[in-house]
């Protein structure tokens, strides 16, 4: 079952997603996406991405608990996120991961190729 009607013809279908970036401390981000990460929202993903692993980052945290669904451009966004960290020298980790994006971590095996921590704070402590 949907949680949104059908579409009419020639009406898109609307995806809801947002991502803010909060510096923790100098050099350290947090990337809160929330909502559906899929191909409607995918390059919405992607620039918030590539705005935070960048330099001057050191350490940036993409906090996923509040993503619903991520597809495999979801997917795309965090492998493409987990690329931009290693060219740049920057620790990257995934925090809060729940069913929607563990799932398809998992069938996929993507999910080895990522820190993963419950919490920003774990993460943190973690170094």
Known sequence: MTSQPEPQDGEMIRTVFDAVTEELEPGVLLVRMSGEIDIASTEFAAEAIRAAVAPPARLVLIDLSAVTFCSSAGLGNLVEARNLAGEHDITL?????????????????????????????????AG
């Open 93 to 125: 980790a995934l925090v809060g991961v729940g069913r929607p994006v563990d799932r398809p971590l998992t069938v996929t095996g993507l999910g080895g190729q990522f820190r993963i921590y419950g919490t920003a704070e774990e993460a943190l402590a």
